[in-house]
């Protein structure tokens, strides 16, 4: 069975609890009527109640940015899968390039998040890709490998077929510069082929690889027509409900 593309939309630190509100209830209107293609919005912690108001009894769903790995306890400013779940989120992003760089999230930290999401019910999107560096030293295979086999450790096919892979050079994110269309298939065919070791043959078959890094309503539709290529996470194209619209229908094409 062909794998359903899905567009998620990632609002980073951005909107406001109005602004928030209305680029939801746009992408709503914008959405109705179209099958074929799974779409998401992960905007910021404080307004994910005001966005699932707006997304409700929609088939937009709600996504968080981020988790802590417990589901409660003296863990100041933190929020839990436990919580998140309960707001009415079905994704959480994880392992986002912005914290493992800004921030200093390692691959066990983030495993931990990823076993935490499953457990609570949640849907998680791992974030993968290598920076500018690591592609002109010829070594994004081996950063893909250390970040999957580091952030899938210890999850089962069974589990695993609720995990979605975001594949995103560090060095496409928020620049304008996306990945060719080659550079992506070539990336998504990789992480691919290594979730079926880590995974198993079935598993990797059915599992959604998003492409993220400066997509955009003018390079979306030859990004997302490679084979391997299963939908985008979107940054800064999401926060415009044209634009982020744009790049949907682009999937259903
Ligand atoms: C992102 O934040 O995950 C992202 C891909 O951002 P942008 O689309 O702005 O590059």
């Known amino acids: 069975m062909p794998r359903t593309k899905f567009i998620a939309g990632n609002w980073k630190m951005f909107t406001t609890?109005?602004?928030?509100?209305e680029l939801a209830a746009a992408v709503v209107k914008g959405c109705a009527?179209?099958?074929?293609?799974?779409?998401a919005v992960c905007p910021p912690f404080t307004y994910l109640n005001v966005v699932g108001e707006a997304l409700r009894g929609s088939p937009v769903a709600l996504g968080a940015q981020n988790v802590y790995p417990a589901n409660?306890?003296?863990?100041?400013g933190e929020v839990s899968p436990?919580?998140?779940?309960d707001v009415g989120?079905?994704?959480?992003?994880?392992?986002?390039s912005e914290r493992r760089h800004g921030l200093g999230e390692t691959d066990p930290f983030i495993n931990s998040k990823v076993h935490a999401a499953l457990n609570a019910g949640l849907d998680p999107i791992l974030c993968v890709g290598e920076t500018s560096d690591q592609r002109k030293a010829g070594r994004t295979e081996a950063v893909l490998d250390g970040q999957l086999v580091g952030g899938l450790q210890g999850l089962n096919g069974g589990q695993a077929q609720r995990l979605t892979i975001a594949?995103?050079?560090v060095w496409a994110i928020g620049t304008g510069v996306n990945a060719t269309p080659e550079q992506a298939q070539d990336a998504h065919a990789f992480i691919r082929r290594r979730c079926a070791d880590l995974l198993g043959?079935?598993?990797a078959a059915n599992l959604t690889i998003q492409y993220g890094g400066s997509v955009k309503s003018d390079n979306a539709a030859s990004i997302l027509a490679q084979p391997d290529v299963d939908g985008a996470l979107v940054g800064g194209a999401s926060l415009k409900a044209d634009s982020f619209l744009a790049i949907v229908r682009a999937a259903v094409a």
């Open 17 to 21: 609890a109005q602004t928030g509100r």
């Open 89 to 96: 989120c079905r994704y959480v992003i994880v392992g986002h």
């Open 33 to 39: 009527g179209w099958a074929g293609v799974r779409v």
């Open 167 to 169: 594949y995103e050079p």
């Open 72 to 76: 409660e306890g003296a863990f100041t």
């Open 201 to 203: 043959p079935e598993t």
């Open 82 to 85: 436990t919580m998140i779940k």
